[in-house]
C-alpha cells in the first residue's frame, strides 16, 4: 500500500525548480498543486511540472529529517540505493537491481542513512 497522504514532487517546466503537493497528471502533462493558496502560482493554481519527475512521498524521513520521496538517492554506510515503489511497497533499488530492501526493512532503515541528492538532478548530489 502506498502511504504517502497524497503529496508529491515534480520539476517546475519553466524555473527548474521543484513544486510540492498534489498531483493532477495525464499522458501529456502534469500540475502540482500546493496546499497553500499563493497568489503566485502560475495560472493562480497549480505549477506545470515535467511529468517525468513527478515522484511521491513515501511518508517517511531520512536521518536529518528530510522527506523521502521516489526516485530519491539514499545512502547509508556504503549502500545507496534509489527509492522506488514496486512489488506493492518502497524499495531501496542499487544502479545494478542486484539488491533490493523492502518497504518493511525500507521503513526501519530509512531514519539511519541520509538522501543525497536524486535522478533528476545528478549535477546536484551531496
Not at 520539476?11 to 498534489?22: C, D, F, P, Q, V
Not at 493562480?44 to 519527475?53: L, R
Amino acid at each position: 500500500m502506498r502511504d504517502s497522504m497524497g503529496m508529491y514532487r515534480g520539476k517546475r517546466l519553466h524555473k527548474k525548480e521543484w513544486a510540492y503537493g498534489s498531483l493532477i497528471i495525464s499522458e501529456e502533462w502534469a500540475f502540482i498543486l500546493p496546499a497553500t493558496r499563493d497568489v503566485s502560482v502560475e495560472g493562480n493554481w497549480g505549477y506545470e511540472v515535467d511529468p517525468e519527475t513527478v515522484g511521491e512521498f513515501t511518508g517517511i524521513q531520512d536521518l536529518e529529517g528530510e522527506d523521502i520521496y521516489e526516485g530519491d538517492r539514499w545512502q547509508r554506510n556504503n549502500f545507496i540505493g534509489v527509492v522506488e515503489f514496486a512489488f506493492s511497497g518502497w524499495h531501496l533499488l542499487t544502479a545494478w537491481d542486484t539488491q533490493a530492501i523492502s518497504y518493511p526493512s525500507f521503513y526501519s532503515n530509512a531514519k539511519t542513512g541520509e538522501v543525497i541528492g536524486n535522478i533528476h538532478d545528478k549535477e546536484e548530489q551531496k
